[in-house]
């Protein structure tokens, strides 16, 4: 049977950063889904923006609720950057991403989009969100925590 979790989307670019209390956290997992690292140029460079108490306040949280989990969402919430794709975004995403994770502690991805170029084929976007994925499950040899969600208007 599967462990129940909470999420929640916070951004970690505003400040001060309020992380949710909910209840029995203790026992239940919890993410908080960090907004947005996005892909402004469409090459897989990937940006995002952290208040400078974040990893501190984040560290100091999951010190006191170990099943705590902080997951960097890419993409973004409104269409702006649409999402492209590619072999060469795919090895310029992994890099970036795993530079974010690194700096600032966290568990895995979020991958949310809601709007793919219009050049971009389906099988095109999968293949390069498969490979992106792939990669960061095997970067280390912990496994990250890969979550997608994709909106359509």
Request: aromatic share 12%.
């Amino acid at each position: 049977m599967a462990t129940p979790i909470l999420a929640e989307y916070i951004s970690a670019a505003t400040s001060p950063i309020r992380f949710y209390q909910f209840p029995n956290r203790e026992f239940v997992p919890v993410h908080f889904v960090v907004t947005f690292a996005t892909d402004k140029q469409g090459d897989g460079n990937f940006e995002a923006k952290f208040d400078v108490d974040f990893n501190k306040r984040a560290l100091d949280y999951q010190k006191t609720y170990p099943k705590t989990k902080f997951i960097l969402s890419i993409g973004d919430s409104d269409g702006t950057y649409p999402f492209k794709g590619g072999d060469k975004w795919v090895d310029n995403a992994t890099k970036s991403i795993e530079k974010l994770i690194e700096e600032h502690n966290l568990s895995g991805i979020d991958i949310h989009y809601t709007k793919v170029a219009g050049s971009v084929k389906p099988d095109a976007f999968a293949s390069s969100l498969a490979s992106l994925i792939t990669n960061q499950m095997h970067i280390t040899s912990n496994y990250r925590l890969c979550q997608l969600q994709i909106m359509s208007d």
